[in-house]
């Protein structure tokens, strides 16, 4: 299996790219800007994605601060309606990590 050169600091980077840098995670978070406060249903039908391909996505999304739920997953009960939102102050501090990585600002 071949071995992919990093740079020896690009491990922040590489964790900002895996949020920015998969399509179904930014149309997650393009829809939920678009129409907050929705479900995981809903979200399957705006993006036209399989639910097995959505949750996960949510969970880190989640996990990373991008994504805020209501309920919170710390007070989630099983079988619970989850909602959520995009956290803004996270995409934009994001956006900003990603900026001072690659050496614009």
Do not use: C, F, H
Request: proline share 8%.
């Amino acid at each position: 299996m071949p071995k992919y050169a990093r740079p020896a600091d690009g491990e922040a980077a590489e964790i900002l790219l895996a949020i920015l840098g998969n399509r179904a995670k930014t149309s997650i978070i393009r829809q939920l800007r678009k129409t907050p406060n929705v479900g995981r249903k809903d979200l399957v039908e705006a993006l036209k994605l399989p639910a097995p391909t959505i949750v996960p996505y949510l969970g880190e999304l989640e996990n990373a601060g991008i994504l805020l739920a209501d309920p919170p997953r710390a007070e989630r009960k099983r079988g619970e309606w989850v909602v959520y939102r995009v956290n803004d102050e996270a995409v934009t501090e994001m956006y900003l990590r990603l900026g001072q990585e690659i050496g614009e600002i």
